[in-house]
């Protein structure tokens, strides 16, 4: 890196660590559907008709929950044709979970200069999402906890994204792409954190944020977050080699806190086609 970039660099360093500092940064508002899919994580008591109601509202995003719920991960039997059948036979939470997702694309961030990074980090964030579903579902533990945090571990990057965006708007010079990856490592954990606050997170989802990366320093939560640690490595394309791929993540410093095995991940990586299938759908 030569001394201009590395000048660039620190500049930008500089004014994201000020405007996280401040808490100036722009959060997104959380859609009304995406706030009714928290409320009944919090509370499964909590009314699930909200769920329905602001999904029916919204036609196109009905249409995708109804192409989703076909996909081959979840749909079993007959083809889906109405949201009633889709609630009927998937649960709303499922049902809530797809649509929360679709919520929280990269239409919510306001970043045309990196629109593309912006969608390869969500479309990343959904394959650790599903991944975790299905690692949680195999460990018996909570799949829609699980799918939420695995979706959200990463939000805060999209945000920091969208804070260049302004950055740039104000003349500051364009970073490079080795530049930018290093301020997303560096300020997407902070970044995160003020978004969970900002939205209200529930607690899992806000360890997962913060320790995704050092899951051993989760002072709650740990197991949980440890397991979305390991969906995170799990690959988020086809495979060539399953058999190295499982030895790759056998060694995962996670993988033992989750007691996931060898012939665990081997039976889990066997889904990758269908997983990545509905992956597909979930970005159309």
Do not use: K
Not at 89 to 100: D, N, P, S, T, W
Not at 110 to 124: E, F, G, K, M, Q
Not at 215 to 226: D, G, K, Y
Not at 242 to 255: G, K, Y
């Amino acid at each position: 890196m030569g001394d201009e970039s590395r000048q660039l660099q620190q500049g930008l360093d500089a004014a994201l660590l000020a405007r996280l500092d401040a808490g100036t940064i722009t959060i997104p508002v959380l859609p009304a559907v995406a706030c009714a899919v928290l409320a009944l994580l919090d509370d499964p008591r909590a009314d699930d008709v909200a769920i329905a109601s602001a999904i029916r509202n919204d036609p196109a995003l009905a249409g995708h929950v109804m192409r989703v719920a076909n996909s081959p991960l979840l749909r079993a039997g007959a083809v889906i044709v109405s949201l009633q059948q889709a609630i009927a036979r998937l649960g709303i939470r499922r049902v809530g979970e797809i649509a929360f997702a679709a919520c929280l694309g990269p239409r919510l961030f306001t970043a045309p200069a990196y629109a593309r990074l912006i969608d390869v980090l969500w479309s990343r964030s959904l394959a650790t999402a599903l991944w975790a579903r299905e690692i949680a579902r195999h460990l018996r533990s909570n799949v829609e906890v699980a799918f939420l945090c695995g979706l959200l571990a990463r939000i805060g990057h999209p945000v920091v994204l969208q804070t260049l965006q302004e950055l740039l708007a104000d003349g500051v010079v364009a970073p490079d792409e080795q530049a930018v990856s290093s301020l997303l490592q560096r300020h997407g954990v902070v970044a995160g954190e003020l978004l969970a606050g900002a939205w209200h997170l529930p607690e899992p989802v806000a360890r997962a944020i913060a320790h995704v990366d050092d899951f051993t320093q989760a002072q709650s939560s740990t197991t949980l977050v440890a397991l979305v640690a390991v969906a995170d490595a799990f690959p988020a394309e086809a495979l060539s080699d399953v058999t190295a791929v499982a030895a790759r993540l056998a060694e995962h410093p996670a993988i033992a806190t989750i007691n996931l095995y060898r012939a665990d991940i081997e039976e889990l990586l066997s889904q990758s086609a269908t997983v990545l299938q509905t992956l597909v759908e979930m970005r159309a």
